[in-house]
């Protein structure tokens, strides 16, 4: 939010560029609205479109992307503010692993965000709030490597202003459904849940239409199973998508802007397909 530091007398703002970090200067230019309000010192900045943090074996490395190119920072500029406003992706990471001096050179508002083989736990969501700024919007966590079932609660309230969640190979609770329900004037639009895993997979057609109903119109739930086996797992996918048919609207590859639910079972095998949530005021 813009802050009117430029009416402030100059002293003060010559002693506020003084005494300010990097980053400190940085936001104040920002909320100034013109790099002109942090005398004598203007704080340059360098504007990454994509940045990669990675932990691998105890070491830390960072890694920018851009055009056909992908490469390791070895060396950090000096007294540059470092600043992503487009895609971050975390990788490696658990709550061991913070607070990192060389992250405080950064300033994250990234709308996308992507953590890949990260132990998700509560610890380590309660630390990720002020390095993103509530700025992501579509959020993507794979990790066959998490050894936590993650709770989906806890991950709707560290990322307030998330649109689009994707969860792939990581465990579930049997009640992730009501975990989603608690949280309260959320932004969720769609969320995917993913892998090779039956585990969100418990829940009856009466679970799944009150879930629906409950969400803003237009959200879609997408349930992707890859290689089921289970016997007892394909008779209720096929029992569910026959209770599907009979009281929600099939609408397999058309456009909708209904709240829906995408079941992809085995690679579109039969039990597979999209349906549209009919109106509150209809048979359902």
């Given amino acids: ?19 300010s970090t990097p980053n400190e200067r940085y936001h104040l230019q920002v909320a100034g609205g013109k790099v002109s309000i942090c005398p004598p010192r203007l704080q340059p900045a360098r504007n990454f479109g994509r940045l990669e943090f990675q932990w691998k074996n105890a ?11 992908y490469r390791k920072m070895r060396v950090l500029p000096e007294n540059v503010v470092l600043a992503c406003y487009g895609y971050l992706i975390i990788s490696g990471l658990d709550e061991h692993l913070l607070p990192n001096d060389k992250l405080d050179r950064f300033v994250l508002r990234p709308p996308t965000l992507d953590m890949f083989e990260c ?53 579930l609770p049997k009640k992730w459904m009501a975990e989603v329900l608690r949280v309260k004037d959320k932004k969720l639009m769609q969320l995917m ?18 879930f629906l109903m409950t969400q ?8 992707h199973l890859h290689h089921v086996t289970d016997f007892e797992l394909k008779q209720a996918i096929m029992k569910l998508s026959k209770t599907l048919d009979s009281r929600f609207v099939r609408n397999d590859g058309l456009e909708s802007k209904g709240t829906a639910v995408v079941i992809c079972y ?3 095998q039969t039990g597979s397909g999209t349906w549209i949530l009919p109106g509150v005021d209809d048979e359902i």
């Fill in 266 to 268: 085995n690679g579109n």
């Fill in 1 to 19: 939010m813009p802050f009117p530091v430029a009416v402030l007398p100059y002293g003060l703002q010559r002693r506020l560029g003084e005494l």
């Fill in 119 to 171: 132990n998700i736990e509560k610890r380590l969501l309660e630390k990720l709030p002020p390095l993103t700024c509530a700025s992501v919007k579509n959020l993507t966590l794979n990790s066959a490597m998490n050894e936590n079932v993650i709770n989906l609660e806890d991950v709707l309230n560290t990322f307030p202003n998330v649109e689009n969640v994707v969860i792939h190979n990581i465990r």
């Fill in 193 to 210: 849940l993913s892998g090779f895993t039956d585990e969100f997979m418990f829940f009856t057609y009466h679970d799944l239409r009150y």
């Fill in 216 to 223: 803003k119109k237009g959200f879609r739930l997408l349930l």
């Fill in 59 to 69: 070491k830390f490395g960072i890694y920018s992307y851009g055009v056909g190119t």
